[in-house]
């Protein structure tokens, strides 16, 4: 099956670094994603990982490491503007489909 | 502003209706992928065309079909509305059948009554 886990809701201080977990358990992989997505609004893409390690954009890096089935995003000197949802998704082709299967996402709060 | 476009922004209609969302990919982009949106799940994979054949199918009802036409826009197809199809539908685009990353539209927020 299919199974992919983070946190439902976080809270941070503008201006502070926040990191937000993301576990996945797939029958197959082929990267990992991060989106934003404002309310009501689209999701945005963040980043793409397919090979161990950090990648960094910006205020924005994530991570991965396959043989634990763990990432994470971590967001730096967070604005205000980054209250959003954070969604982690996985690539695991199955049928022959490049899908993404989506977390439930992690509700970010950034306060003043 | 991903590039991908959809149609309509908003649709509210009764149960029993059928209704036609509508969704222009990125130019150049040959994947067109649906996802649904409830508030109490996540996104959810419906069907992924690619270049104008369908190529894999999610968790979609048979109430609800999809096709690609050959200018690469999409259309997903509900009909026989319930309550529970209440939710947001998004499409997205990627250039090639791979792991190229998927741009979404802005979605298509349905409303049955």
């Known amino acids: 099956g299919q199974n992919i886990d983070q946190p439902t809701e976080m809270t941070a201080t503008e201006g502070a670094i926040v990191q937000i977990n993301c576990t996945y358990q797939?029958?197959?992989?082929?990267?990992l994603f991060w989106y934003q997505q404002h309310a009501g609004e689209a999701p945005t893409f963040l980043s793409y990982?397919?090979?161990?390690g950090l990648e960094e954009k910006g205020r924005f890096s994530s991570f991965l490491s396959r043989s634990k089935g763990y990432s994470y995003l971590l967001l730096k000197e967070l604005q205000m503007k980054d209250s959003a949802s954070y969604l982690c998704?996985?690539?695991?082709?199955?049928?022959?489909?490049?899908?993404?299967?989506f977390g439930s996402g992690t509700r970010l709060l950034v306060r003043p | 502003d991903s590039g991908v476009t959809q149609t309509p922004k908003h649709l509210i209609t009764a149960t029993g209706q059928r209704v036609t969302l509508r969704c222009s990919p990125r130019?150049?982009?040959?994947?067109v992928y649906w996802y649904q949106q409830s508030l109490d799940q996540g996104l959810q994979f419906l069907i992924q065309?690619?270049?104008?054949?369908?190529?894999a199918k999610g968790n979609i009802l048979e109430r609800f079909s999809a096709q690609q036409f050959p200018d690469l826009h999409s259309e997903l197809n509900l009909s026989s509305l319930e309550l529970g199809d209440s939710a947001l539908y998004f499409c997205?685009?990627?250039?090639?059948?791979?792991?190229?990353?998927?741009?979404f539209g802005p979605g298509t927020r349905l409303t049955v009554l």
């Open positions: 797939t029958s197959g992989f082929n990267g």
């Open positions: 065309y690619y270049n104008g054949e369908e190529r």
């Open positions: 130019s150049g982009d040959l994947s």
């Open positions: 998704a996985v690539s695991p082709w199955m049928d022959s489909s490049y899908k993404l299967i």
């Open positions: 997205a685009s990627s250039a090639r059948d791979s792991t190229d990353t998927q741009y």
């Open positions: 990982n397919v090979l161990d």
